[in-house]
T-cell receptor, first 117, second 114 residues
């Protein structure tokens, strides 16, 4: 079983509040990712990191921000939550992978179900 | 445009029966194809990963096939169990970037009835 953790698992919060979703992994992986998933829809990459002090935006535009100060920790922050941010947020990590047909395992956390009222 | 299409969208089968889920993709250049199982309210868990040189891989009662020429994959589940009820997601990786970008299908929602 993957050693990747997310807290909280469920969060209901009012519009305008600042929130931080926590993600931690104990596998020493350099690469970490944040995905957003709505019911019945595919996962969309919103942020990723190659390692400490590296953060990049993903395919889906998001008003959230991330930081990577420690290898094991990759928190996601929303400065002012809105109802449109209601979704499931999944964190993942992987070993160093690359091109040329190399396959790498991507491990997912249990997710945070966010509801903004 | 890189896409991953899965069929059927949902499927109901009786416990003990077999089923096959389909995946078609247009991702290029192709690196690998994986099948994930996602239980409701949980994160996806990897079942199989195949590179372009592999055309079949098994994990217990799950067997995945890959035809890189036709860009199709299938996941066959044998002797289904109630615990197989979940969403099964086909994911294709490209090798056109250092990130190894993954493209996700919307999943097939499988329900196994007793």
């Amino acid at each position: 079983e993957a050693d990747i953790y997310q807290t909280p698992r469920y969060l209901v919060i009012g519009t305008g509040k600042k929130i931080t979703l926590e993600c931690s992994q104990t596998m020493g992986h350099d690469k970490m990712y944040w995905y957003q998933q709505d019911p019945g829809m595919e996962l969309h990459l919103i942020h990723y990191s190659y390692g400490v002090n590296s953060t990049e935006k993903g395919d889906l535009s998001s008003e959230s921000t991330v930081s990577r100060i420690r290898t094991e920790h990759f928190p996601l922050t929303l400065e002012s939550a809105r109802p449109s941010h209601t979704s499931q947020y999944l964190c993942a990590s992987s070993e160093e992978g690359g091109q040329g047909g190399l396959s790498y395992e991507q491990y997912f956390g249990p997710g945070t179900r966010l509801t903004v009222t | 445009k890189n896409q991953v299409e899965q069929s059927p969208q949902s499927l109901i089968i009786l416990e003990g029966k077999n089923c096959t889920l389909q995946c078609n993709y247009t991702v290029s250049p192709f690196s690998n194809l994986r099948w994930y199982k996602q239980d409701t309210g949980r994160g996806p868990v990897s079942l199989t990963i195949m590179t372009f040189s592999e055309n079949t891989k098994s994990n217990g009662r799950y067997t995945a096939t890959l035809d890189a020429d036709t860009k199709q994959s299938s996941l066959h589940i044998t002797a289904s169990q109630l615990s197989d009820s979940a969403s099964y997601i086909c994911v294709v990786g490209d090798r056109g970037s250092t990130l190894g970008r993954l493209y996700f299908g919307r999943g097939t929602q499988l329900t196994v009835w007793p």
